[in-house]
């Protein structure tokens, strides 16, 4: 028993070590890609200072970014992730008040934090939605920097970070998209407008920028990567999914929340945000929902 005992404790002990230098090895390697930089677009960008430009940036903010729903309502920033094995993670204050980023940034530094995800440094910043709003085009980011150059100051520090060891291990295993600057194609061609109207194409265009985040790239819907095990999971957007939605069940879904047989949506959909949609917009995200190939739940 002795012997046994004590192979046991060399056992135990080896584990730990190995355990110990499998935490150190990841804390090392993680810690270099918190600080790894990208190479920084150096095209110019001017964005529009008139008042239809302002109006029609906060729409893009409030109704297809989303952008509060991270940054706060406010904008003067908010928690993303607060948990002690995920760690802290805070979206930064975009306003000009204390503790803001505005003032240091221009509008080619707005655009490349908006559309590549990238500091003014070239740092990739986390877990900022750069992989959608790539396709925002030239017009569109002018109008939502316009927008954000007029937000009220917001007095509001933003806290120390702090990545904890289970995002770290989830990125490790490609499974929490802690930098989504990786997934952007940081090229310097312009991005060109979509016209807006009821099509397939605008539609599109609204969708890649503003419902894959949560729906998937294939709008299978299904667990969110990287998100807690109690968060809902996104609907199935594809026809198998929207079997029993009409176009004007759609638009009240977004309006209002509302499934067809009467029942309340999850209100983890950002219906706040989805009922400043136009009509216009909502047709057209429908229609181009309609044409994409029936998928199976979760298939994202």
């Not at 221009?106 to 990739?124: K, N, V």
């Not at 289970?166 to 600057?181: H, S, V």
């Not at 060109?192 to 790239?217: I, M």
């Not at 209100?267 to 706040?272: L, N, S």
Request: with cysteine; glycine share 12%.
């Amino acid at each position: 028993m002795r012997r046994i005992l004590k192979y046991l404790a060399i056992t135990a002990g080896a584990l730990v070590a190995l355990l110990a230098v499998g935490v150190a090895g990841l804390y090392a390697w993680s810690g270099a890609e918190l600080a790894r930089k990208a190479p920084i677009p150096r095209h110019a960008f001017t964005a529009p200072a008139d008042s239809a430009a302002v109006a029609r940036g906060e729409h893009l903010v409030r109704a297809i970014g989303k952008c509060g729903d991270c940054h706060g309502a406010d904008f003067g920033g908010d928690t993303l992730i607060n948990d002690p094995a995920m760690g802290f993670i805070y979206a930064s204050n975009l306003t000009r008040g204390a503790g803001g980023i505005a003032a240091s940034y221009d509008d080619a530094g707005w655009e490349r934090a908006i559309r590549h995800g990238l500091a003014h440094d070239g740092r990739r910043l986390l877990v900022m939605p750069s992989n959608e709003y790539q396709f925002l085009s030239d017009e569109d980011v002018g109008q939502i920097i316009a927008y954000l150059k007029t937000l009220p100051r917001v007095d509001r520090d933003r806290p120390p970070t702090a990545v904890g060891p289970l995002a770290r291990a989830l990125y490790a295993a490609g499974a929490f998209p802690m930098f989504p600057a990786k997934f952007v194609v940081h090229a310097e061609d312009r991005v060109a407008p979509v016209p807006p109207d009821s099509t397939e194409a605008y539609g599109k265009y609204l969708g890649d920028v503003g419902c894959t985040g949560c729906h998937g790239a294939g709008y299978g819907g299904g667990a969110i990567p990287g998100g807690p095990p109690d968060w809902p999971k996104p609907a199935n957007l594809t026809p198998t999914g929207l079997g029993q939605y009409t176009q004007e069940t759609f638009i009240r879904a977004l309006r209002e929340g509302v499934k067809p047989d009467g029942s309340k949506i999850d209100p983890f959909m950002p219906v706040g945000a989805t009922r400043l949609m136009t009509d216009v917009e909502i047709v057209a995200v429908y229609k181009y929902l309609r044409t994409l190939p029936a998928k199976p739940f979760g298939s994202r």
